[in-house]
């Protein structure tokens, strides 16, 4: 398994990945004309071809043995520069009768574009059948989280601050949104999955045009809608405690349909960002691959960039010995730099 850039003709591969996704997974709406679109634009932004500030670097996971994709991972180089970026930050209202002696204080939900410019890890999926408690399923979903780390500290010029993560919320059993069944459906004329499926292609103009600009209490929601607010999809889970381990923490805000938790850091206090190293390739013709894969390799050229396990760490003089096979899979030779994390 190794990650590498989405190429022009992973459209079919591409679409196969929208059509698992399911409900309330936004950025990959199961549209063929907007997924070709995304490819072009991931394929210009590796070949750096567009400004730092509206580039969409999106990465797959390959299953080398049979050339599927297993699952996807991208990285938003800033968000709301073009289009709006909303979502809801919750505060208190406080309020006071002195004459009845009273003082109580309310939830609220502010309609809020704070995050602005900041960077946005996104779009982690792995298809259902590479997933598993099996040590090489539960490789997967961490190859495809942590290598976009190890993008952003190769690259570390090219982003912000600041990097953010939105995880999918709450939906019951007839994946339907009781926050959005509480709140959003009453502003917006149309079902969820309509209104998700305009918010994937891009269109997200409606929100700032139909959404009351004033603090919403939640008081008014009902007691299972309140009760999703931060909280994540079940199929979410994994990947929130992944990001968790990396720093990234829940400071109050919430996505604007189904609730679901904005979870952010300083890119510099990343884990994987702050503890990968670079290190010098030696090819041994000798080195059998390990089947015990601690650490993390990553190549150093943004258009031909690849990441998979290796199995063993670097010397003290910074050397890093990988196998034939180990090469192949990274396209490196010896006295080319690979950049390590230890997981």
């Known amino acids: 398994m190794r990650i590498r850039p989405i190429a022009r003709d992973d459209l079919d591969g591409l679409q196969v990945l929208a059509r698992q996704t399911g409900v309330g997974f936004t950025s990959l709406p199961d549209n063929r004309e907007f997924l070709a679109g995304k490819i072009e634009a991931a394929a210009c932004a590796f070949e750096e071809r567009v400004p730092v500030d509206d580039r969409l670097y999106f990465f797959v996971l390959e299953d080398e043995s049979n050339g599927e994709l297993a699952g996807c991972c991208a990285i938003e180089g800033q968000v709301g520069k073009g289009v709006p970026f909303y979502n809801y930050r919750l505060g208190k209202l406080a309020h006071s009768s002195v004459q009845l002696e009273l003082h109580r204080t309310f939830e609220t939900l ?15 999926f792995l298809r259902p059948e590479y997933r598993g408690r099996e040590l090489r399923h539960l490789r997967n979903g961490a190859l495809l989280s942590k290598a976009r780390w190890l993008f952003i500290a190769q690259f570390r010029d090219r982003f912000p601050e600041k990097v953010l993560a939105e995880m999918r919320g709450v939906f019951d059993e007839d994946n339907k949104s009781p926050f959005w069944e509480s709140l959003g459906k009453h502003f917006f004329p149309m079902d969820f999955s309509e209104a998700d499926r305009l918010t994937g292609l891009g269109r997200k103009s409606f929100i700032g045009e139909l959404m009351p600009k004033f603090p919403l209490y939640t008081t008014f929601m009902s007691a299972d809608a309140r009760a999703c607010i931060g909280q994540v999809h079940r199929d979410t889970r994994p990947a929130l405690e992944m990001l968790k381990k990396e720093g990234l923490r829940w400071e109050g805000y919430i996505d604007i349909f189904d609730g679901g938790p904005t979870v952010e850091a300083y890119i510099d206090e990343v884990q994987a960002v702050c503890h990968s190293r670079l290190c010098q390739v030696e090819v041994s013709k000798q080195l059998v691959a390990s089947e015990e894969r601690r650490w993390l390799a990553a190549t150093t050229d943004m258009k031909n960039f690849y990441a998979a396990w290796v199995g063993r760490g ?12 180990e090469a192949q899979q990274l396209q490196v030779s010896t006295g080319d730099t690979l950049r390590l994390l230890e997981t």
């Open 314 to 325: 670097p010397s003290d003089d910074q050397i890093i010995v990988v196998s034939e096979a």
């Open 110 to 124: 502010f309609l809020s574009s704070d995050h602005t410019g900041d960077a946005e890890v996104c779009s982690l």
